[in-house]
């Protein structure tokens, strides 16, 4: 229970969700978590905040700091990472995990929320991964998980602002690992097999709770990901299950929202979703 002892992470959009599940998964096992989202104060929409996340956090016994961050800002950005290393010292771990949806055609995306998608998602990552750097390169040891899928091009179609935003962040992944491999960084993504239960798929209403995972299987696939020594998988996209598969996980019936579901894999297909 102490894989992450002395370990530094950082976590964005951890105020609900799969980042309150990973801030939780690597408390428990020894971790000091920075937890960094927007929400500080409780909304009827979104639940969860960072000062309750921080409380489950400091019940198991771990170190917790929050920043409370607006990723779209480059400053916010900046500060956050500084008061981290102001408290812990270093970041050996960062998560990208904060994302912003627009699941729309080209012809139904004002300018807005283009400029949305991409500043929470591909902007966001690839600033928080570059103020991170200077701390994994002088420790010479990290890890970056950016939450985006494999490049599948099948599915754009009816998401292109959004595929654009992710992908880019995938793109960061394959990218930067071969830029820090020297340095005993490893940068990879990372995406659920299925529709997870989070605000945004109940939103969205992305099929129902019998199609749904919980976010624990996304958070436990994690885990075992940064728990690896940073060269051991880097520069992949890589999808739960297989990261679950590689350390023993057959059953996954264990993550079903609706007990004894077995729910399907997401599809995008011609501009909807199938799940």
């Known amino acids: 229970m102490n894989r992450l002892r002395d370990r530094v992470a950082l976590i964005t959009g951890a105020s609900r969700g799969i980042g309150r599940e ?46 409370p961050c607006d990723i779209r ?26 994302g912003a949806l627009w699941w729309r055609p080209v012809i139904e995306t004002p300018l807005k929320r283009f400029d949305l998608v991409m500043q929470v998602n591909a902007r966001a ?17 990290g890890h970056i998980v950016n939450m985006s899928p494999p490049i599948d091009l099948s599915g754009v179609s009816g998401f292109v602002a959004y595929f654009i935003s992710k992908y880019g962040m995938t793109l960061l992944s394959l990218g930067l690992a071969e830029e820090v491999r020297a340095h005993n960084i490893g940068v990879n ?3 659920p097999v299925t529709a997870i239960d989070t605000a945004a798929v109940r939103n969205y209403g992305v099929g129902t709770p019998e199609q749904w995972r919980k976010p624990a299987i996304v958070a436990d696939a994690t885990l075992e990901l940064v728990c690896r020594s940073p060269l051991e998988i880097t520069g992949k996209a890589l999808l739960d299950e297989e990261i679950l598969r590689s350390v023993g996980v057959t059953d996954f019936t264990q993550y079903a929202v609706v007990p004894g579901t077995n729910p399907a894999p997401i599809e995008w297909i011609n501009g909807g979703l199938r799940s």
């Open 125 to 141: 990552a690839f600033l928080m991964s570059q103020a991170v750097l200077p701390s994994m390169i002088e420790n010479r040891w």
């Open 22 to 67: 990973i801030a939780l998964a690597f408390a428990r096992e020894g971790a000091k978590v920075a937890l960094a989202a927007k929400s500080l104060h409780p909304n009827p929409k979104l639940p969860g905040t960072l000062g309750e996340v921080a409380a489950e956090v400091e019940a198991l016994g771990a170190e917790c700091l929050v920043c």
């Open 189 to 191: 993504s990372l995406w």
């Open 73 to 98: 800002e480059a400053e916010q950005i900046e500060q956050t990472v500084s008061a981290v290393l102001s408290r812990f010292g270093k970041v050996d771990i960062l998560i990208n995990n904060a």
